[in-house]
């Protein structure tokens, strides 16, 4: 069965530092990974995917995230956080021929002024 | 381009009701996915369409269905509420049926079930 585990159900960090979103998934194969954010009463929004390729990767508003294989892991990143970049992120593993994505709990990010 | 839209935004029913929520692609998405956000439990799958037809079904009951028609734009129908169904459902589309595509989401409709 495939499963994404987002273990910190709150991270804070405070605004121009770094922050980072962990995220480990556990699917049979190579999986197609995203991370997606929601504000609040919004639906969720792309950031980035991983397919193939290079392990760094870069998505929308300056984050990128990392691909780890041997660790199964697919960590969000930025390198200095907004107060603006607070929210619920979502990490995400579509399973290859599988039309739907898994999500992880969630992640509260609080970038403090 | 507009994004995916959904209607209404909130609602409100009792328990025993029936319910239908409506979901506009993205103009030129075939594919439409809908996912219940319930407190407590994450984000759940639960619906895939394409091209008209039902293609996969999460872990729900029955009384969950829903369709598609022929412009793209779907519905989701909810049969004998329950108290659980109570939720946040978001409808996403993605161009073409190939997994690696990212899904656009729309801001859902909150259901509240009393």
């Known amino acids: 069965a495939q499963s994404v585990a987002q273990p910190e159900d709150q991270v804070n960090v405070a605004e121009g530092n770094p922050l980072t979103v962990k995220c480990t998934y556990s699917?049979?194969?190579?999986?197609?990974l995203f991370w997606y954010v929601q504000y609040p009463n919004r639906g969720l929004q792309f950031l980035l995917k991983?397919?193939?390729?290079?392990?760094l990767v870069k998505g929308s508003y300056g984050f990128e995230a990392e691909f780890n294989k041997s660790q199964t892991s697919f960590h969000l990143k930025k390198p200095s956080a907004l107060v603006s970049d607070s929210a619920l992120y979502f990490c995400?593993?579509?399973?290859?021929?599988?039309?739907?994505?898994?999500f992880g709990t969630g992640t509260r990010l609080l970038v403090s002024p | 381009e507009a994004g995916v839209t959904q209607s209404p935004t909130h609602l409100i029913k009792t328990r025993g009701q029936q319910v239908t929520l409506r979901c506009s692609p993205i103009?030129?998405?075939?594919?439409v996915y809908w996912y219940q956000q319930a407190l407590g439990l994450g984000l759940q799958f639960l619906l895939w369409?394409?091209?008209?037809?039902?293609?996969n079904r999460g872990n729900f009951p029955p009384r969950f269905s829903g369709r598609q028609f022929p412009n793209y734009s779907s519905e989701l129908n909810v049969n004998a509420l329950e108290l659980e169904d109570s939720a946040l459902y978001l409808c996403?589309?993605?161009?073409?049926?190939?997994?690696?595509?990212?899904?656009?989401f729309g801001d859902g409709t909150r259901l509240s079930i009393l």
């Open positions: 996403a589309s993605t161009v073409g049926t190939v997994s690696n595509q990212p899904q656009h």
């Open positions: 699917v049979s194969g190579n999986p197609y």
């Open positions: 991983y397919i193939t390729g290079d392990n």
């Open positions: 995400a593993v579509s399973p290859p021929g599988f039309q739907k994505l898994v």
């Open positions: 103009s030129g998405h075939t594919s």
């Open positions: 369409y394409d091209e008209g037809e039902e293609r």
